[in-house]
């Protein structure tokens, strides 16, 4: 555990780097490109070469981060209209065009497993934008390269702001996805009732249709609305993950691991669909074994003025049921924020998140995000500035992330005996 026992994360410098990246850097813009350009400067004043540090230029649409919500939003809102109009005049009608609708929906969800792929929808109705990955590797110290674990500590560079703060902008997605949930069970209790042929007072039903259309219709006409700037500085959103990414790449520099490559990476695109790490899970998908790659992504970390300002990581994400995200990963997060005497809280989302650990979930690998829900009161604005980022979170996060990483190597062999880890290369 030397590498544990030689570590010094300094609160100064993960305040400087914040600073220095607070500024707006919306994906393809010019702010991106110098976020770029002092990601690079900054890997080389911690001492990695220009051999080591990794440059990924890539195109990608912006029709799936901003045109497809609007297009979404606006079918919504005609289903809405059209199902209630057809339940009064022809029930039989309601349904046929509703299982049309989930058709529809179904295949755009399928489109929509890949968008950094612009496809006919991206190509021709929305516009191509330019951005860039920067990461770095540090191969593990014992284990060959390509025998190795992987594990990814990510970020993002880019930063938006929006016409509605996160914090209004998750009610309203709560609210729709909640408010469809409740439409579709009064809507198919009004179809049964009608079909069975059984008495029944439609009052009930009509008044949950109606009481759920009008909030699942209003949530979509604020989302309509929900249009992308490049107005916010982006502290906590994100150059506080960043600033975490680069403390510790500085540690990791001089005490590699054993068995596990280590991987420093900043994130293009985020905030536009998750392009920059969809591209990077596609250069490495051949490279990184299931079972043996680890991703912790930070995104959003402490939130200064808040009284919840603490570390937090998301545990848990489903609507109905409960899904753990990366149980061993979090296991090894929280063994490490007890022997280190800090605080880590799970919490779980009902409606996931759209983070860069997307891609990642989507390849059946653990990945965690690590962030602090209170910082959504004031991230996607121009009030997300240095003072809302608290230092010493950050540094408390390096901590439990660096014992985490340890305990994971020093456990390898157990891991891969116990078959945690897929070891059988």
Request: aromatic content about 14%; hydrophobic content about 45%; glycine content about 6%.
């Amino acid at each position: 555990m030397e590498s544990y026992k030689n570590s010094n994360f300094k609160k100064e410098t993960l305040s400087e780097y914040v600073t220095k990246f607070s500024f707006p850097r919306l994906a393809g813009s010019e702010g991106e490109k110098k976020a770029v350009k002092l990601t690079i400067d900054t890997f080389k004043e911690i001492g990695f070469n220009d051999s080591q540090i990794i440059r990924r230029d890539f195109e990608f649409s912006d029709f799936y981060s901003t045109t497809l919500i609007i297009l979404l939003m606006s079918l919504n809102l005609i289903f809405n209209l059209i199902l209630v109009l057809f339940a009064y005049i022809q029930p039989l009608l309601s349904l046929i065009f509703t299982i049309f609708m989930v058709v529809v929906v179904l295949l755009i969800i399928k489109g929509l497993k890949h968008p950094e792929k612009p496809g006919f929808w991206g190509e021709y109705f929305g516009e191509t934008l330019s951005a860039t990955n920067i990461f770095t590797k540090i191969p593990a110290k014992l284990l060959p390269e390509k025998v190795a674990g992987n594990i990814i500590i990510s970020a993002h560079l880019d930063s938006k702001s929006q016409t509605y703060k996160t914090f209004w902008r998750i009610v309203f997605y709560k609210v729709w996805i909640f408010g469809g949930i409740s439409l579709g069970f009064f809507y198919g209790l009004f179809l049964f009732m009608i079909f069975a042929n059984m008495p029944f007072d439609y009052r009930i039903t009509i008044s949950g249709v109606w009481t759920t259309i009008i909030l699942v219709s209003m949530t979509n006409i604020f989302l309509m609305f929900l249009s992308t700037h490049n107005k916010s500085p982006g502290a906590l959103d994100n150059a506080s993950g960043m600033a975490i990414v680069f403390e510790l790449s500085t540690h990791f520099l001089n005490h590699p691991l054993d068995n596990f490559n280590l991987w420093f990476c900043q994130f293009s695109a985020e905030e536009l669909g998750t392009m920059g790490s969809r591209i990077f899970v596609n250069d490495h998908e051949n490279v990184f074994e299931k079972g043996r790659v680890f991703t912790i992504n930070n995104d959003m970390v402490s939130c200064f003025c808040h009284k919840k300002n603490r570390i937090e990581y998301f545990k848990s994400y489903g609507a109905i049921i409960r899904k753990l995200n990366a149980p061993l990963l979090s296991k090894y997060l929280e063994i490490a924020a007890r022997e280190e005497k800090l605080q880590i809280k799970g919490f779980h989302l009902s409606t996931g998140a759209h983070t860069d650990t997307v891609p990642f979930h989507l390849r059946g690998w653990d990945a965690i995000d690590i962030t602090t829900k209170a910082a959504a009161r004031y991230t996607h604005t121009i009030h997300d500035t240095p003072d809302k980022v608290d230092p010493q979170i950050l540094k408390e996060t390096c901590q439990i992330i660096n014992k985490a990483l340890n305990l994971i190597d020093q456990d390898y062999e157990k891991l891969c005996n116990n078959n945690e880890l897929n070891c059988d290369v």
